[in-house]
Nanobody, 127 residues
Framework: QVQLVESGGGSVQSGGSLRLSCVAS????????MGWFRQAPGKEREVVAT?????????SYTDSVKGRFTISQDNAKHTLYLEMNGLKPEDTAMYYC???????????????????WGQGTQVTVSS
């Protein structure tokens, strides 16, 4: 069992920045696929970015955030980050981190199905 707790959300103006954090605890696997998702009111949940922990930290991003968002990790702190710059009103959503364990090499990406989820942190961007 893996527990995930997000933090760092808030309200910013368009063009601003935020850094989300996700602390993982619980059972330790050899490798993880980690991801950030978001869900805006009335819309389906969408993947934002993934990182293959144990797979050379290979990252993937959805097109709408490329060049603005950066996913990273601190293994010593068991923490996943999402650095968000150039925020836009359309980035407003609840942001969730997710984890999946022991995937074969190359299987961590935007299409991965995740088992463990955090409770979410709200990001609101005003114009």
């Amino acid at each position: 069992q893996v527990q995930l707790v997000e933090s760092g959300g808030g309200s910013v103006q368009s063009g601003g920045s935020l850094r989300l954090s996700c602390v993982a605890s619980g059972y330790v696997y050899k490798r993880y696929c980690m991801g950030w998702f978001r869900q805006a009111p009335g819309k389906e949940r969408e993947v934002v970015a993934t990182i293959d922990r144990g797979g050379n930290d290979r990252t993937s991003y959805t097109d709408s955030v490329k060049g603005r968002f950066t996913i990273s990790q601190d293994n010593a702190k068991h923490t996943l980050y999402l650095e968000m710059n150039g925020l836009k009103p359309e980035d407003t959503a609840m942001y969730y981190c997710a984890a999946e364990a022991d995937l074969p090499p190359g299987y961590c990406g935007l299409g991965t199905r995740f088992t463990w989820w955090g409770q979410g942190t709200q990001v609101t961007v005003s114009s």
